[in-house]
């Protein structure tokens, strides 16, 4: 059962266009949300996390918006760079353990 | 500061053998927890373990299990393998998870044939 949904499986993106990744969850008891980039024989690195009682967070290029009434929340990349092509995962926190979207393969283009 | 960091980074196993994998997290982290990676599940859950009691435990058969030392370092062992087992394992450190930032080592990539 898959407890949070990320959209979209992979993406395409000018470099300094804006990379925009959604995700969506159901159990209202998660209350951390981070977001992770991975890039290939590399171990997931933590980019921004949001709590649900803030709307948007903001840090360099990365915004996390966060609606919670909706259960959904998103990672902007401003000014994409071919760098930050890597797969994202957005995570949710219950009890003691991540639950993890199933990856975003983002590709920017030179 | 030093991250987390995981040994081995390779190995390749036989079916039928076990297998232990190794996490030392950031200092002062007493948070650890195992995650399974691949290209059809993705991350998956196994385990959390906080000042050496396994808090949280995923849907993953006994063959797999863990612990955790009382200078945090932590480990898993997988008995009995499966090609199915073949997967990136990673492990992540917190002060305490989903309270602070988790860090993730590099992983094991463990190869079952």
């Known amino acids: 059962q898959q407890q949070v949904k990320q959209s979209p499986q992979s993406l395409i993106v000018q470099k300094g266009g804006i990379s925009i990744i959604n995700c969506a969850y159901e159990n209202t008891a998660f209350d951390y949300f981070p977001w992770y980039q991975q890039f290939p024989g590399k171990g997931p690195a933590l980019l921004i996390a949001?709590?649900?009682?803030?709307s948007e967070k903001k840090e360099g290029r990365f915004t996390i918006s966060f609606n919670k009434s909706a259960k959904q929340f998103s990672l902007h990349i401003m000014d994409s760079q071919p760098g930050d092509s890597a797969t994202y995962f957005c995570a949710a926190s219950e009890t003691y353990k991540y639950i993890f979207g199933t990856g975003t393969r983002l590709k920017v283009l030179a | 500061k030093a991250g987390v960091t995981q040994t081995p980074r390779y190995l390749i196993k036989t079916r039928g053998q076990q297998v232990t994998l190794s996490c030392s997290p950031i200092s002062g982290h007493r948070s650890v927890s195992w995650y399974q990676q691949t290209p059809g599940q993705g991350l998956q859950f196994l385990f959390e373990?906080?000042?050496?009691?396994?808090?949280n435990k995923g849907n993953f058969p006994g063959r797999f299990s863990g612990r955790q030392f009382s200078n945090s370092r932590s480990e898993m062992n997988v008995s009995t393998l499966e090609l199915g087992d073949s997967a990136l394992y990673l492990c992540a450190s917190a002060v305490w998870l989903g309270g602070t930032e988790a860090f993730f080592g590099q992983g094991t990539r463990l190869t079952v044939v």
């Open positions: 949001i709590r649900p009682d803030v």
């Open positions: 373990y906080f000042s050496e009691t396994q808090r």
